[in-house]
């Protein structure tokens, strides 16, 4: 009889308790591995680590069904040096961890499903539209993210399925970066940041763990994807479309200067995160034929925040 555990490394953030909860009612066993216990009650199994070492966390991939790994600092934040060094260790220090541990067990799980990052691509110039095919980019956001993929591939078992989410900006109702935007646009401060041209690439929260249950389920998915929505849309673009579903016909604008200074300042993140960004579409999905709820932003929104 095949398990039905599904071990979730850096399960207990967004991302993982989503995931979990999908998975769940799927019919899985989720098992949540992570530095920090989940806030609040939950009703899957936490289990902690350090994210650096082989422990006793280990034994929850002997005969698991999949391992799914979310584990890295987040990127929302001031770029300190600390910082920096942070968001890369902690993602390629956790992915070899994981592979250290896979190399202990007798009945390791089939399919390995590795979080990466849209941002490997960089800051493409406006018009380029970014597939599984392009050219990655330059700076910190592409370097983490290649760094992450090689750990993952040195780490993964051989034979072992292998599917890789490049992942965009993640839409969901309890927590990711559009619940703050969201409160800007109340605010009245939910206007064009910067040019307004910059691409946001963005996945809904449901369609995002469908990928996650498919990477699981379906022995076909192997190798990278672009786990986004097939309509990127620009800056100006979300953010109209973000103070129509809060209610908000105008929103003051951000200048650049005014992002550069204040990010760091009151929101305490990285001014990057607003001012770039890159239009993504994923080909291989696209031609293997999966199906978005949301394919577009204005569904999207309207389900997160008018259900």
């Known amino acids: 009889m095949e398990s039905s555990r599904i071990v979730i490394t850096g399960g207990t953030g ?3 308790l989503n995931l979990a909860g999908a998975l769940a009612s799927a019919g899985y066993e989720p098992v949540l591995v992570s530095r920090s216990k989940p806030k609040g009650e939950v009703p899957w199994q936490y289990v902690p680590w350090d994210g650096r070492n082989v422990g006793d966390w280990t034994q929850q991939l002997e005969g698991a069904r999949a391992i799914v790994n979310l584990a890295g600092r987040t990127v929302d934040c ?3 040096p600390d910082h920096c060094d942070e968001i890369l260790r902690s993602r390629v220090e956790s992915t070899r ?3 250290l541990a896979l190399r202990t067990l007798s009945n390791p799980p089939p399919v390995w499903v590795q979080m990466s990052t849209a941002h490997i691509y960089g800051d493409p110039p406006q018009g380029i539209e970014c ?3 392009s050219a990655f980019g330059y700076g910190l956001a592409p370097h983490v993210g290649q760094a ?3 750990a993952f591939q040195e780490s993964v078992l051989p034979g072992m399925r292998q599917v890789i989410a490049r992942t965009s900006f993640v839409l969901g109702r309890t927590g990711g970066a559009v619940q703050r935007l969201a409160q800007l646009a109340k605010w009245g ?3 064009t940041v910067g040019q307004g041209t910059q691409g946001m690439s ?3 929260e449901e369609d995002m763990n469908r990928f996650f249950l498919q990477a699981i389920s379906d022995e076909s998915m192997e190798g990278a994807y672009l786990s986004t929505a097939p309509n990127p849309v620009s800056n100006k673009e979300f953010m109209k479309e973000l103070r129509r579903v809060c209610g908000r016909k105008i929103g003051l604008p951000a200048a650049a200067w005014m992002v550069r200074l204040g990010a760091p300042l009151l929101l305490k993140t990285d001014p990057e995160l607003a001012l770039y960004g890159r239009y993504c579409v994923s080909e291989r999905l696209k031609d293997e ?4 709820h949301f394919p577009d932003l204005p569904s999207a929104l309207d389900d997160l925040f008018n259900r």
């Open 289 to 292: 034929g999966f199906e978005f």
């Open 78 to 80: 001031s770029k300190t």
């Open 131 to 133: 597939s599984e095919r």
């Open 14 to 16: 967004f991302l993982g």
């Open 148 to 150: 992450w993929e090689k």
């Open 189 to 191: 401060l939910g206007g």
């Open 202 to 204: 963005w996945i809904h």
């Open 97 to 99: 961890a994981i592979g």
